[in-house]
């Protein structure tokens, strides 16, 4: 890794920028970089960092270093995944560097190995500081506060199994909707033009159904959860009354109160995706 640092040094400025470009697109980098005075200083750390990543020298001292940074993440608030996402550019940056000047396959693999784990190493003490304050934090807890938190992560688990499990059935039924309209369709006077719509209708709750299911998996794996997506199933079970409302002329109340409800939704839609595209 030492041999490695005088071409990194090189490559430093480089990085700074790529590096900045990268975490900008987080969206919520200028509440942590709020002036020019603050990001001329972060820039300057940063720098530092990466050509002390190929000091050759990893001591106490070098640990200690890496530990403070941590630290200092935990006290502004910093979301652990902002660091996680960093050090995928850093990564990337770093291999593909190596990729575009290596000449010896034999020292580019002995070099790529000890590159993988000084970053790995680096990652896991800047986000122990993460981990020891989720644990003093809980530690900090009585013992019937615990147990409640515990009992409560347990019930959460219960519930979240239990709305997949039934998010299931939901599509299961909705299938079986979609098969009885198009029965209908072809065996009954239903009419080809109303048949068609149920049809329709039928299909758009299977799809949301099918983007409850997906949403939920992404929750059980912890990428948290979308409540467009419940939106969206509340627009399409409600789009599918319109689609059958719409061949009859006794239902024009209910079509306008529907339509009504539907602009509220898709208001409250958008508000939430505007919202996720501002947090990430």
Do not use: C
Request: no cysteine; net charge negative; proline share 1%.
């Amino acid at each position: 890794l030492e041999a490695l640092q005088p071409r990194m040094k090189e490559l430093a400025d480089d990085f700074i920028d790529g590096f900045y470009d990268y975490i900008w697109g987080f969206g919520t980098t200028a509440k942590f970089l709020k002036n020019q005075e603050i990001i001329d200083y972060h820039r300057k750390k940063v720098k530092e960092w990466f050509i002390n990543l190929f000091s050759g020298k990893y001591d106490l001292e070098y640990f200690t270093y890496l530990y403070k940074i941590g630290e200092t993440h935990v006290s502004i608030g910093l979301p652990t995944h902002f660091v996680n996402s960093a050090f995928t550019f850093v990564r990337t940056f770093i291999l593909k560097s190596m990729e575009e000047r290596s000449e010896d396959k034999t020292q580019y693999i002995a070099q790529i190995s000890a590159i993988e784990k000084i970053i790995d190493m680096n990652l896991d003490v800047l986000t122990s500081s993460y981990r020891e304050e989720e644990l003093g934090n809980f530690l900090s807890l009585s013992k019937f506060e615990k147990t409640i938190l515990l009992g409560l992560k347990k019930f959460n688990s219960y519930i979240n199994f239990f709305l997949a499990g039934s998010l299931a059935l939901v599509a299961f039924f909705a299938i079986g909707l979609f098969v009885y309209d198009i029965y209908l369709l072809f065996f009954s006077d239903i009419g080809i033009e109303k048949g068609i719509l149920t049809v329709l209708g039928s299909l758009l709750v299977l799809w949301a159904a099918i983007e409850l299911i997906h949403e939920e998996i992404n929750h059980l794996q912890g990428r948290g959860f979308a409540i467009g997506a419940f939106i969206m199933l509340a627009m399409a079970a409600l789009i599918r009354k319109v689609l059958i409302y719409s061949l009859s002329s006794e239902k024009g109340n209910d079509l306008l109160v529907i339509g009504t409800v539907i602009v509220g939704l898709a208001v409250a839609y958008w508000l939430v995706n505007v919202k996720n595209r501002v947090t990430l």
